[in-house]
């Protein structure tokens, strides 16, 4: 499952929850830019969404995707649209820290409204429930990738095999990925 962790910098980089905890989420990062490790909640949140956003206005605050250095993974950062010429936007950051200066060009496709609709977590956020796993599969189900496509498919899912139980233990923050994650499972299991 895909969120967004928060650095100290202000900025949100993309993770992948690798376990769920009662202290906060146990994430990696893409590219692996850093190790693993368990941000608190109110670190993380969902991706926001952008419905409905118009087109961005000059004197506008929005997030931009930029990259701090160059060991560092891409973050979003909250950065004042100083002007906007076609494709693209004159930005500047509101943190000293965003992007190593205080001014950038970026193309409009990398900057995102800043009042997008975001899911701030919480331990309570998580929607649970289980899927038995077929006798047949439950040796399969035990490797770490065995469920990966599946939560793919599903989207804004967490999944997690528990041995003893023969269970598949589903987490989502959506409970239309629950429902989704159900209707796809008969499938996933005659494919698999």
């Not at 499952?1 to 990062?29: C, H, W």
């Not at 001014?103 to 997008?116: E, N």
């Not at 929607?127 to 469920?147: G, H, M, N, Q």
């Not at 939560?151 to 233990?169: E, M, R, S």
């Amino acid at each position: 499952m895909e969120i967004e962790v928060r650095f100290p910098n202000g900025g949100y980089y993309k993770a992948f929850v690798q376990s769920i905890t009662a202290d906060g989420l146990q994430v990696t990062f893409e590219n692996e830019w850093q190790p693993s490790q368990v941000f608190p909640y109110d670190q993380c949140r969902m991706p926001p969404t952008n419905e409905g956003h118009q087109a961005f206005k000059e004197g506008e605050v929005a997030e931009c995707l930029v990259k701090n250095q160059a060991n560092e993974g891409f973050g979003w950062h909250q950065a004042r649209i100083k002007q906007i010429k076609g494709d693209f936007a004159v930005v500047e950051y509101l943190s000293a820290e965003a992007a190593g200066s205080s001014t950038d060009v970026l193309s409009l496709d990398r900057c995102r409204p800043l009042t997008a609709k975001s899911a701030g977590l919480k331990p309570d956020s998580f929607k649970r429930d289980t899927i038995d796993v077929p006798d047949d599969l439950r040796e399969y189900s035990k490797r770490p990738d065995a469920y990966t496509e599946y939560a793919k498919a599903v989207k804004n899912l967490f999944v997690q095999y528990d041995a003893a139980a023969g269970k598949l233990n589903l987490m989502s923050c959506y409970s239309q990925s629950i429902k989704r994650a159900h209707i796809l499972a008969d499938m996933y299991f005659k494919d698999t």
